[in-house]
């Protein structure tokens, strides 16, 4: 069900910080990367590559947002559980390995999977 978060989550997306795993990825990088949200669907590319393609669901009712990523690419049929939030125009989650549970902040020093914040595509 489409609902007002996933309409504003539409559109493409560029890359303005990714940490995976407690690593900042270079910030030469961050040209090759984009997301793409369409309803609940999601997909991550970086330099050609399939990272994340998945079914969405959000739960807004909790602080900070809920996101469930059911995976359909790398990792097809598992779920990756994480949460959101926007700053100012841009979106930034906080998404932990398939089957780990649900990260409670957006310190990613501990590596416990990965964060990522986006703007959208001028």
């Known amino acids: 069900e ?5 309409r504003r989550l ?6 303005v910080h990714l ?11 961050l040209a090759f990367g984009s997301r793409t ?13 399939v990272m994340v393609l998945a079914k969405m669901r959000i739960d807004d009712s909790v602080t900070p947002i809920a996101v469930d990523y059911l995976n359909l690419g790398p990792n097809a049929g598992t779920i990756s559980r994480g949460i959101m939030e926007f700053v100012g125009d841009e979106v930034r989650f906080f998404m932990a390995q ?4 649900r990260p409670t902040d957006f310190d990613a020093s501990a590596g416990a999977g990965t964060l990522s ?6």
């Open 98 to 101: 398939p089957g780990s549970p």
């Open 2 to 6: 489409m609902t007002p978060l996933l």
């Open 10 to 15: 539409e559109g493409d997306w560029v890359p």
């Open 19 to 29: 940490v995976r795993d407690g690593k900042p990825l270079p910030e030469q990088w």
């Open 117 to 122: 914040q986006w703007r959208r595509k001028t």
């Open 37 to 49: 949200s369409t309803g609940n669907d999601v997909k991550v590319v970086f330099g050609g590559q």
